[in-house]
């Protein structure tokens, strides 16, 4: 089986600032939930058996505990937010396994699920379906890879490599050094992604990377711009990059997916035919009754 891990959180925004508003019969905004659902639904229609759909159902973390400017809500559009706690009701309504998080974010469901899913050898490949760069460092081998559904591309680790110069494990040391302005952490000046890549590729983590520029390897002495500021400023602010590694590194807790049979999908509850009424779209309930009973 092929198992697939939704980051509802991107979708949402997705569908919302792509896709024209659509109000409910009670003038709620609704459009953003349509598009998720008709996404999962498109999955199931393809075939997809085992999935499910992550949401950061409180978009503050603990990680906003640690660093004071990590990402919040915000400035966050409140027809957007308000269709959170809507489109996870409809998913689950729609039969779908859902993780609705607060302390930890969807990145960390996703990721947990991934992990779970991954110690299950009946599974053929685990799909998570987000461009994030985070999550590239969840990617294993071919058998745990990105998808990115719009582009139809496949991210193995082999494509992370090509895209971030370094192992999927150095994602969170990479995305320290060169920062992250969508999660709010800035990573350290001068550090740049062709510099960061190249230091990383070579010595895999920021623990590893020696103080002194003299002690690096004198090829890469002569590959990497600056090496000597570089050395001297990781030097100076080595906590705050450990720090940026805590916030970019993704927690895995596998007591969040009891197993994969948890992602079998066998079919809508009988809530689901309200929530298209509710949401003006009764192709929603049609079209998950008919991949029903097609299986």
């Known amino acids: 089986m092929d198992v697939y891990l939704v980051d509802g959180t991107y ?51 603990f990680r906003n505990d640690l660093w004071p400017g990590y990402k919040t809500s915000a400035g966050m559009p409140p027809e957007l937010l308000g269709q959170f706690p809507l489109v996870e009701e409809a998913l689950v309504a729609m039969g779908v396994k859902v993780w609705p998080m607060d302390e930890l974010e969807a990145d960390d469901a996703l990721a947990s699920a991934a992990a779970v899913a991954d110690d299950d050898r009946r599974v053929r490949q685990v799909r998570i379906c987000t461009p994030d760069k985070d999550l590239a460092q969840c990617v294993r081998s071919e058998r ?9 591309t496949i991210v193995d680790e082999k494509g992370v490599w090509d895209k971030f110069g370094v192992a ?30 190249q230091v990383l ?12 520029v003299s002690d690096w390897e004198p090829e890469l002495r002569k590959q990497v ?26 927690r895995v807790e596998r007591s969040l997916l009891g197993g994969v049979d ?6 809508p509850s009988d809530a689901f035919a309200h929530t298209g009424e509710l949401l003006r779209d009764r192709r929603l309930s049609e079209r998950a009754a008919t991949v029903a009973a097609a299986r």
């Open 225 to 250: 711009r600056n090496a000597a500021g570089l050395a001297a400023r990781l030097a100076a602010e080595r906590p705050g990059a450990l720090l940026f590694r805590q916030l970019a590194t993704l």
């Open 144 to 152: 745990v890879v990105q998808l990115d559904r719009r582009s139809a």
């Open 262 to 267: 948890e992602l079998a999908w066998s079919g």
């Open 11 to 61: 979708e949402l925004f997705r569908h919302h600032f792509g896709q024209p508003s659509r109000l409910s019969s009670q003038g709620d905004e609704i459009a953003a939930t349509r598009g998720v659902l008709s996404t999962v639904l498109t999955l199931l229609e393809d075939g997809v058996t085992h999935l499910g759909v992550a949401t950061d159902h409180v978009v503050e973390s």
């Open 168 to 197: 999927p494990t150095s994602i969170p040391d990479w995305l320290a050094l060169v920062g992250d302005s969508a999660d709010g952490f800035p990573g350290l000046a001068g550090w740049g992604k062709r510099s960061a890549s």
């Open 201 to 212: 590729a070579r010595y895999g983590s920021i623990d590893a990377i020696p103080d002194s």
